[in-house]
């Protein structure tokens, strides 16, 4: 056996395989393109590297598309040959990754957890039951893991930033800004590589709504982060969002086109990037042309292809955005008969929650707006286990507040607009919409 970076044994002798390995990882935290290579380089220099198999499965399954499953289960096959000399970590870690690609994801992160409360040292574990936390709503989940371990560490971890971000990332979504951007900001300070750390702290100015100091914190000129995978597109996804706020939206359709449109391959943070801040600029009477129509067309070849909910949500404002109806009544079938099945987690919030914000989408859509507002409103305080963060999540309010106003429902379009001037005291949108229905 032979020592990974962090101490722990990884059953191969060759440490090219182990120094591939712990590249690959440290690629994975700052989302660099290059993980793949090194991941394929581990495997190469030994074919029964156990814990690269599960490397391999475990980057695989970050894609969120049903398409991936065969080749992560061919990666579970083989890791399951090899598995009776392994170590226990590495036996937990193959299981975590079969829970995953069978859709257990509650499984798989008492899994990781489990892993991570014996090995505190363990990044990997960590970084994927703070990913699939957050995508499962679990906030108070996604904030006190990583403070246990960041209270069992110190600065002579190797990636010691990437523990500090989460702790962040953490924080900020249970409402702690204060020290959430302190342990951003320090995890800047010692890697400015961590777009994890830099987001998290755009994350702590867009809630507290300091939309100027989050255009300066992510002033950075296009191509920046080009070395990069898709992640890089949500935090330009953000750098448009602090425009928004200040009403500039020729900027916005700026880094809109350059940065944050989604591309061919439909990558689901993409479609959620570009369908977001497409309906938000509709919503403030920005005309956006005809980029509603590509995301309408991935959203459309993607019927059938549920993995993440919110992902799903998404694939609905593309196709009521660019009113292809009929394609969205098909998606929403789809998502129907995914609910009913026994697919893992993923079903289980569809019906409950991911079949109900659809149909909310698609009266708004359709404009059927006293059904859209009953059936968003019916939903408002409940989406949390949907995924996303907070402010990922706060279009869906927008298009509620909206469908009230359209439906004559001034009274509670007026309340929700109250409520977002004490709750985003900066933001201008609430002020405009109260003064269009005559409210104060």
């Not at 590589?193 to 998290?200: E, R, S, V, Y």
């Not at 425009?243 to 391959?265: F, I, N, P, W």
């Not at 959620?272 to 403030?284: D, V």
């Not at 708004?364 to 968003?376: P, V, W």
Request: proline share 2%.
């Amino acid at each position: 056996m032979i020592e990974d970076r962090w101490g722990h044994d990884l059953t191969t002798t060759s440490h090219q395989a182990v120094a591939a390995f712990d590249s690959a990882l440290i690629d994975m935290m700052e989302y660099r393109q290059t993980m793949g290579g090194q991941v394929k380089a581990a495997l190469e220099a030994d074919p029964d590297f156990l814990m690269g198999l599960c490397l391999r499965g475990y980057m695989m399954m970050q894609f969120g598309s049903q398409a991936v499953l065969a080749k992560v289960r061919e990666a579970i096959a083989a890791a399951r040959k090899l598995s009776g000399d392994a170590t226990w970590r590495e036996q937990r870690h193959l299981e975590a990754l079969e829970a995953w690609s069978e859709g257990h994801i509650r499984k798989a992160r008492g899994i990781w957890q489990e892993i991570v409360i014996k090995y505190p040292r363990d990044l990997l574990a960590l970084r994927l039951h703070h990913f699939m936390s957050f995508w499962q709503g679990d906030r108070q989940g996604l904030r006190n893991l990583p403070v246990g371990v960041i209270a069992a560490v110190d600065e002579t971890l190797p990636g010691y930033e990437f523990v500090l971000s989460m702790v962040s990332f953490g924080m900020e979504e249970c409402g702690e800004y204060s020290r959430a951007e302190e342990y951003g900001r320090r995890s800047v300070s010692l890697n400015s590589n961590d777009l994890w750390g830099i987001h998290a702290v755009a994350h702590v100015l867009e809630m507290q709504t300091r939309h100027k100091e989050g255009t300066d914190w992510l002033d950075q000129p296009f191509g920046a982060w080009d070395d990069r995978n898709p992640f890089k597109d949500h935090v330009w996804w953000h750098a448009a969002l602090f425009s928004l706020e200040l009403g500039d939206y020729d900027r916005v359709l700026d880094v809109y086109d350059r940065e944050v449109k989604a591309d061919d391959a439909g990558f689901y943070l993409d479609v959620q990037n570009s369908a977001s801040m497409l309906m938000r600029l509709e919503l403030c009477g920005v005309n956006v042309g005809d980029r509603w129509e590509n995301l309408a067309e991935l959203a459309k070849s993607r019927t059938g292809d549920h993995v993440m909910p919110f992902t799903d949500a998404h694939f609905m404002l593309a196709l009521v955005g660019a009113k292809r109806h009929n394609d969205a009544a098909a998606y929403l079938a789809s998502q129907k008969a995914f609910g009913q099945s026994d697919e893992g987690d993923a079903a289980s919030t569809t019906r409950e929650l991911g079949v109900p914000l659809s149909e909310g989408l698609l009266y708004y859509g359709k404009g059927a707006y006293a059904q859209a507002t009953d059936k968003l409103l019916a939903i408002r305080n409940e989406l949390a286990p949907l995924g996303g963060s907070h402010a990922q999540q706060d279009v869906f309010q927008q298009v509620l507040i909206d469908a009230a106003i359209k439906a004559g429902r001034n009274d509670l379009a007026g309340h929700l607009l109250r409520e977002r001037t004490i709750l985003r005291p900066n933001s201008h949108w609430a002020p405009e919409k109260l003064a269009q229905i005559g409210a104060n």
